[in-house]
Protein backbone atom coordinates (compact mmCIF):
# COMPACT_ATOMS: atom_id res chain seq x y z
CA UNK A 1 0.00 0.00 0.00
CA UNK A 2 0.46 3.59 -0.17
CA UNK A 3 3.25 4.92 2.37
CA UNK A 4 5.38 8.23 3.97
CA UNK A 5 8.85 7.63 5.57
CA UNK A 6 10.52 10.55 7.08
CA UNK A 7 13.56 11.09 8.72
CA UNK A 8 13.76 10.61 12.43
CA UNK A 9 14.16 12.98 14.64
CA UNK A 10 14.53 15.27 16.60
CA UNK A 11 16.01 17.58 14.63
CA UNK A 12 17.97 20.39 16.46
CA UNK A 13 19.48 23.38 14.35
CA UNK A 14 20.14 27.20 15.56
CA UNK A 15 18.48 29.96 14.78
CA UNK A 16 19.83 30.80 10.74
CA UNK A 17 20.95 27.69 10.12
CA UNK A 18 19.85 25.56 7.19
CA UNK A 19 16.74 23.29 7.33
CA UNK A 20 16.17 20.01 5.34
CA UNK A 21 13.88 17.16 6.45
CA UNK A 22 13.45 14.54 4.76
CA UNK A 23 10.43 12.75 2.76
CA UNK A 24 10.06 9.90 0.32
CA UNK A 25 6.90 7.88 -0.29
CA UNK A 26 5.37 4.68 -1.94
CA UNK A 27 2.94 5.27 -3.98
CA UNK A 28 0.61 3.98 -7.31
CA UNK A 29 -0.52 6.72 -9.56
CA UNK A 30 0.87 9.71 -8.83
CA UNK A 31 -0.99 11.37 -5.40
CA UNK A 32 -0.48 15.13 -4.51
CA UNK A 33 2.36 15.46 -1.97
CA UNK A 34 1.56 17.74 1.56
CA UNK A 35 3.65 19.03 4.63
CA UNK A 36 1.95 19.50 7.23
CA UNK A 37 3.34 21.19 10.43
CA UNK A 38 2.30 21.15 14.31
CA UNK A 39 3.07 23.83 16.58
CA UNK A 40 3.29 22.67 20.17
CA UNK A 41 -0.65 22.47 21.54
CA UNK A 42 -2.11 22.96 18.68
CA UNK A 43 -3.20 21.15 15.63
CA UNK A 44 -2.39 20.20 12.14
CA UNK A 45 -1.87 23.09 9.39
CA UNK A 46 -0.99 23.08 5.86
CA UNK A 47 2.62 24.43 5.58
CA UNK A 48 2.87 23.72 1.80
CA UNK A 49 1.78 21.37 -1.07
CA UNK A 50 2.53 20.08 -4.56
CA UNK A 51 0.08 17.99 -7.16
CA UNK A 52 2.25 17.18 -9.94
CA UNK A 53 6.00 16.23 -10.55
CA UNK A 54 8.59 19.08 -10.38
CA UNK A 55 5.78 21.12 -9.09
CA UNK A 56 7.54 23.48 -6.05
CA UNK A 57 5.17 24.01 -3.00
CA UNK A 58 6.06 26.98 -0.70
CA UNK A 59 5.30 29.25 2.01
CA UNK A 60 6.90 30.96 5.13
CA UNK A 61 10.15 30.20 3.50
CA UNK A 62 9.77 27.22 3.20
CA UNK A 63 10.11 24.72 -0.06
CA UNK A 64 9.54 21.41 -1.21
CA UNK A 65 9.76 19.88 -5.04
CA UNK A 66 7.87 16.95 -6.17
CA UNK A 67 10.47 14.69 -7.03
CA UNK A 68 9.29 11.97 -9.45
CA UNK A 69 12.68 10.28 -10.12
CA UNK A 70 13.36 9.88 -6.42
CA UNK A 71 9.89 9.59 -4.72
CA UNK A 72 10.47 12.34 -2.31
CA UNK A 73 9.30 15.53 -1.05
CA UNK A 74 12.13 16.87 1.24
CA UNK A 75 11.06 20.59 2.92
CA UNK A 76 13.73 23.33 2.65
CA UNK A 77 14.32 26.53 4.56
CA UNK A 78 17.22 28.57 3.88
CA UNK A 79 16.98 30.41 7.32
CA UNK A 80 15.10 28.47 10.63
CA UNK A 81 13.62 30.77 13.15
CA UNK A 82 13.01 29.69 17.04
CA UNK A 83 9.54 30.32 15.88
CA UNK A 84 9.67 27.13 13.64
CA UNK A 85 9.98 24.93 16.52
CA UNK A 86 7.17 22.19 15.63
CA UNK A 87 6.65 18.77 14.29
CA UNK A 88 6.31 18.23 10.42
CA UNK A 89 4.79 15.78 8.80
CA UNK A 90 4.71 14.87 5.27
CA UNK A 91 1.86 13.76 3.66
CA UNK A 92 0.44 11.70 0.45
CA UNK A 93 -3.05 11.86 -0.87
CA UNK A 94 -3.90 8.37 -1.76
CA UNK A 95 -6.46 7.61 -4.49
CA UNK A 96 -9.89 8.06 -2.31
CA UNK A 97 -8.63 11.44 -0.92
CA UNK A 98 -7.48 9.89 2.51
CA UNK A 99 -4.40 11.32 3.94
CA UNK A 100 -1.50 9.03 4.47
CA UNK A 101 0.91 10.45 6.89
CA UNK A 102 4.77 10.09 7.66
CA UNK A 103 5.69 9.43 11.11
CA UNK A 104 6.53 13.33 11.48
CA UNK A 105 9.88 14.88 13.00
CA UNK A 106 10.48 17.18 15.62
CA UNK A 107 12.24 20.27 14.74
CA UNK A 108 13.72 22.39 17.91
CA UNK A 109 15.61 25.78 17.06
CA UNK A 110 18.04 27.15 19.48
CA UNK A 111 18.55 30.76 19.93
CA UNK B 1 -9.32 32.02 12.38
CA UNK B 2 -10.35 28.02 11.84
CA UNK B 3 -12.72 26.62 9.55
CA UNK B 4 -13.00 23.54 11.69
CA UNK B 5 -13.74 24.15 15.41
CA UNK B 6 -13.30 21.28 17.99
CA UNK B 7 -14.95 21.44 21.44
CA UNK B 8 -14.11 20.35 24.27
CA UNK B 9 -10.35 21.19 24.03
CA UNK B 10 -9.46 19.49 27.01
CA UNK B 11 -11.30 16.23 28.73
CA UNK B 12 -10.54 14.39 31.66
CA UNK B 13 -13.32 11.32 31.94
CA UNK B 14 -13.33 8.25 34.21
CA UNK B 15 -13.51 4.49 32.56
CA UNK B 16 -17.17 4.67 32.98
CA UNK B 17 -17.93 7.95 32.04
CA UNK B 18 -19.85 9.06 28.90
CA UNK B 19 -19.16 12.15 26.88
CA UNK B 20 -18.65 13.31 23.28
CA UNK B 21 -16.11 15.47 21.33
CA UNK B 22 -17.72 17.59 19.30
CA UNK B 23 -16.58 19.02 15.89
CA UNK B 24 -17.94 21.64 13.43
CA UNK B 25 -16.64 22.65 9.89
CA UNK B 26 -16.87 26.13 8.58
CA UNK B 27 -15.54 25.31 5.06
CA UNK B 28 -18.83 24.24 2.77
CA UNK B 29 -16.94 20.38 2.83
CA UNK B 30 -18.28 17.22 2.15
CA UNK B 31 -15.79 15.06 3.62
CA UNK B 32 -15.19 14.86 7.51
CA UNK B 33 -12.36 12.84 9.34
CA UNK B 34 -11.59 11.69 12.98
CA UNK B 35 -7.67 11.37 13.30
CA UNK B 36 -6.04 10.06 17.04
CA UNK B 37 -2.44 11.28 17.78
CA UNK B 38 -0.75 9.37 20.64
CA UNK B 39 2.87 9.59 21.03
CA UNK B 40 3.33 5.80 19.95
CA UNK B 41 1.24 6.39 17.12
CA UNK B 42 1.25 9.83 15.88
CA UNK B 43 -1.07 9.98 13.63
CA UNK B 44 -4.01 7.45 12.88
CA UNK B 45 -6.91 7.61 11.35
CA UNK B 46 -9.93 6.69 12.63
CA UNK B 47 -13.24 7.37 10.52
CA UNK B 48 -14.39 9.09 7.50
CA UNK B 49 -17.47 10.21 6.69
CA UNK B 50 -18.38 11.39 3.09
CA UNK B 51 -21.27 12.54 2.61
CA UNK B 52 -22.67 11.89 5.81
CA UNK B 53 -21.86 8.49 5.57
CA UNK B 54 -19.37 6.67 6.84
CA UNK B 55 -17.22 5.34 4.20
CA UNK B 56 -13.81 4.35 6.53
CA UNK B 57 -13.67 2.57 9.73
CA UNK B 58 -10.10 1.68 10.89
CA UNK B 59 -10.99 -1.42 13.09
CA UNK B 60 -11.58 0.97 15.87
CA UNK B 61 -12.59 -0.53 19.28
CA UNK B 62 -16.68 -0.41 19.60
CA UNK B 63 -16.20 2.12 22.66
CA UNK B 64 -15.60 4.91 20.05
CA UNK B 65 -18.63 5.74 17.75
CA UNK B 66 -18.98 7.81 15.22
CA UNK B 67 -22.20 10.58 14.27
CA UNK B 68 -22.35 12.63 11.63
CA UNK B 69 -26.08 14.38 11.60
CA UNK B 70 -25.20 16.30 8.84
CA UNK B 71 -22.00 17.75 6.57
CA UNK B 72 -21.30 20.58 8.79
CA UNK B 73 -21.11 18.68 12.14
CA UNK B 74 -19.18 15.57 13.15
CA UNK B 75 -18.84 13.69 16.40
CA UNK B 76 -17.44 11.08 18.49
CA UNK B 77 -19.39 9.56 21.30
CA UNK B 78 -17.09 8.12 24.12
CA UNK B 79 -18.43 5.72 26.95
CA UNK B 80 -16.04 2.72 28.65
CA UNK B 81 -12.88 4.14 27.84
CA UNK B 82 -9.34 2.68 28.27
CA UNK B 83 -6.35 4.33 29.99
CA UNK B 84 -4.40 3.74 26.92
CA UNK B 85 -7.32 6.10 24.66
CA UNK B 86 -5.82 8.86 26.26
CA UNK B 87 -4.36 11.06 23.52
CA UNK B 88 -5.05 13.98 20.92
CA UNK B 89 -8.22 13.56 18.68
CA UNK B 90 -8.09 15.69 15.72
CA UNK B 91 -11.27 16.28 13.84
CA UNK B 92 -10.74 17.45 9.43
CA UNK B 93 -12.43 18.05 7.00
CA UNK B 94 -12.00 18.40 2.94
CA UNK B 95 -14.03 17.94 -0.57
CA UNK B 96 -14.28 14.77 -1.58
CA UNK B 97 -11.77 13.51 -4.20
CA UNK B 98 -7.75 12.74 -3.96
CA UNK B 99 -5.38 15.68 -4.07
CA UNK B 100 -7.65 18.30 -2.21
CA UNK B 101 -6.14 19.58 1.03
CA UNK B 102 -7.48 18.37 4.30
CA UNK B 103 -8.11 20.62 6.99
CA UNK B 104 -7.51 19.96 10.78
CA UNK B 105 -8.94 21.43 13.73
CA UNK B 106 -7.02 22.73 16.61
CA UNK B 107 -7.95 18.96 18.67
CA UNK B 108 -9.52 18.02 21.59
CA UNK B 109 -6.61 16.46 24.15
CA UNK B 110 -8.91 13.75 26.14
CA UNK B 111 -7.33 12.56 29.60
CA UNK B 112 -9.20 8.97 30.87
CA UNK B 113 -8.55 7.84 34.11
Redesign the interface.
Known amino acids: GDSVTQMEGPVTLSEEAFLTINCTYTATGYPSLFWYVQYPGEGLQLLLKATKADDKGSNKGFEATYRKETTSFHLEKGSVQVSDSAVYFCALSDPTGKLIFGQGTTLQVKP | ETG ?1 T ?1 TPRHLVMGMTNKKSLKCEQHLGHN ?1 M ?1 WYKQSAKK ?2 E ?1 MF ?1 YSLEER ?2 NNSVPSRFSPECPNSSHLFLHLHTLQPEDSALY ?1 C ?1 S ?1 Q ?12 SWLTVV
Not at chain 2, 98 to 104: A, D, H, L, R
Open positions: VQAYPLLVVELASIGPGNTIYFGEG
